[in-house]
């Protein structure tokens, strides 16, 4: 078990999350690896509420998680991560556990001038985030852009060459 479904949101944990990925994904747990919110009581209070009914939820540092994953605790059930870059889940693959399936949702438009590959209507790729995807892909995690269950996926290997 452990990894059952990752995604990539810069809001990570909302309404389209909650009600349309986290059932689809068929994970136990919610699990939300961001350093700025796993330190902030008040942004974690209202991630905690979202939480769809019947799954638990994690919100923890990034060096929690990997702790976390060396040390198995997760073997034992399913986990949908939600990160906002692509380089968590690098590291979570350089310390051997799988991803077998990213969705790269919304992520934060470049700023004007900003070197970036638009790869969906919400989705954006600045140079190091290609490489951490190239990375991903080179693991075997199977990579998509779509927003929502009811689009179409958009493959990202043309945007990995």
């Known amino acids: ?6 995604r990539i949101d810069n809001r990570l944990l909302h309404g ?3 009600t349309q990925w986290a059932g689809r994904s068929g994970a136990q747990r919610i699990m939300i690896i961001d350093d700025t919110v796993a330190n902030n009581e008040l942004t974690k209070a209202s991630m905690k509420l979202a939480r769809p009914t ?4 994690s919100i923890i540092t990034e060096e929690t998680a990997l702790n976390n994953f060396k040390a198995g605790k997760y ?3 399913t986990v949908f991560v939600l990160v906002k870059k692509p380089e968590t889940l ?3 693959t350089e310390i051997g556990v799988r991803v077998p ?3 790269v949702g919304g992520t934060v438009k470049p700023a004007e001038g900003e070197e970036a590959v638009k790869i969906s209507q919400r989705a954006f790729a600045k140079p190091d985030d290609i490489e951490a995807y190239k990375k991903l892909k080179a693991s075997g995690t199977k990579m998509y852009a779509q927003y929502v269950p009811a689009d179409a996926e958009i493959s990202m290997d043309e945007f990995l060459k």
């Open 1 to 6: 078990m452990g990894i059952v479904l990752a």
């Open 75 to 77: 073997n034992d059930h």
């Open 90 to 92: 690098v590291k979570l």
């Open 54 to 57: 019947g799954m638990a939820i």
């Open 101 to 103: 399936e990213l969705v």
């Open 16 to 18: 389209i999350v909650a």
